[in-house]
């Protein structure tokens, strides 16, 4: 017998794996559609794909406008500490049928995207202090 599907795939996927809040899994869909959007990767009622670089930079820019220089802090506080985590997350949500992937997309193209501190940090630095 089949366990009968939950309303919220993304509890479901918070309870399989709880490295990653609730929130972060919420951030990530709306970084997509934002990257969607920025990248004008929609064509009528079908989406191109987005690589994972150019989600990732979507992803910061979106938690730039979002949060500013609390962007870190909040990501920290959902789990994510670094690109890597943006990849497990997408993955996640890929093994549970909430995100699509073609068959070239792999967790290591979120490796070493880019350090957070840079990403998040520095833009609020005065210039002559910027890493």
Known sequence: MELPRSKDPIADLVAADQRYHREAYLFL????EYTQRILKREVGSKTRHISG????EGLREHALKE?????RTVLGEWGVHRTEDFGEIVFNMVEHGILSK???DSRDDFRGGYDFDQAFRDPFLPARRRG
Do not use: F, I, S, V
Request: hydrophobic fraction near 30%.
């Open 53 to 56: 670089q150019e989600l990732l």
């Open 29 to 32: 869909r709306d970084g997509l």
């Open 102 to 104: 073609t068959d070239t």
């Open 67 to 71: 949060y500013g220089p609390m962007a």
